[in-house]
């Protein structure tokens, strides 16, 4: 299993653009999120999602668009990127369809935004 | 406002001693407590989850006291490897999913030889 995989590793942007950051787990788990660090502070949930075809907001998703087509896949689009969104950002996957099972993380996509 | 507090640190520690901090949370009907463990721009990791009569998994222990409200890791026999940070989650919603998990922001661990 590779369990949850992120492209691309690293991206820089320039203020404006858009771009999708990609996440596939192959665990078959229900439950994905995506998840952005900053610097001095905890990991902040921006979207999840509890089987294909249901997403939700979590704390700070303005900026960001999520789909979930397949159980497999969990892309997040950056609509308009800016500076505050640079970061990085972790996708992740549970097999608890409540998510409070133990998180699978991804390796991470650190983003810049110029 | 859900809060999970941690100090960040750094704890410099020499290999082979006994190391323990601890994670406070505010919403006192928080059902769920966790331990991950994040290497240097690397993924969180599952360390242990946190039960309420306390566990035990090797050089590790986890104990919660709902009292006062915190969470404890104590690593006994530490390692080189055991340098990491150390990330205290908490669900804070009574029932919630993991839309309310929060992480705090981390306690740095530095063992050193």
């Known amino acids: 299993n590779a369990g949850v995989t992120q492209t691309p590793k690293f991206q820089v942007l320039k203020t404006g653009q858009s771009m999708t950051l990609q996440c596939a787990q192959d665990m078959n788990h229900e439950y994905m999120s995506w998840y952005r660090q900053d610097p001095g502070m905890g990991l902040r949930l921006i979207h999840y999602s509890v089987g294909a075809g249901i997403t939700d907001q979590g704390e700070v998703p303005n900026g960001y668009n999520v789909s979930r087509s397949t159980t497999e896949d969990f892309p997040l689009r950056l609509l308009s990127a800016a500076p505050s969104q640079t970061s990085v950002y972790f996708c992740a996957s549970s097999y608890s369809t409540s998510g409070l099972g133990e998180q699978f993380f991804g390796p991470g996509t650190r983003l810049t935004v110029l | 406002r859900k809060e999970v507090e941690q100090d960040p640190g750094p704890f410099n520690v020499p290999e082979g001693a006994t190391v323990a901090f601890n994670c406070t949370y505010s919403?006192?009907?928080?059902?769920?407590f966790f331990w991950y463990r994040q290497d240097c721009r690397k993924e969180p990791k599952l360390l242990m989850s946190v039960y309420s009569s306390g566990n035990e998994d090797g050089r590790f222990t986890a104990q919660l006291n709902r009292a006062s409200q915190y969470i404890s890791l104590l690593i006994r026999d530490s390692k080189l490897s055991d340098s990491a940070t150390y990330l205290c989650v908490v669900n804070m919603y009574s029932g919630g999913g993991a839309d309310g998990l929060t992480f705090g922001k981390g306690t740095h661990l530095i063992i050193q030889p």
């Open positions: 919403n006192s009907a928080s059902q769920s």
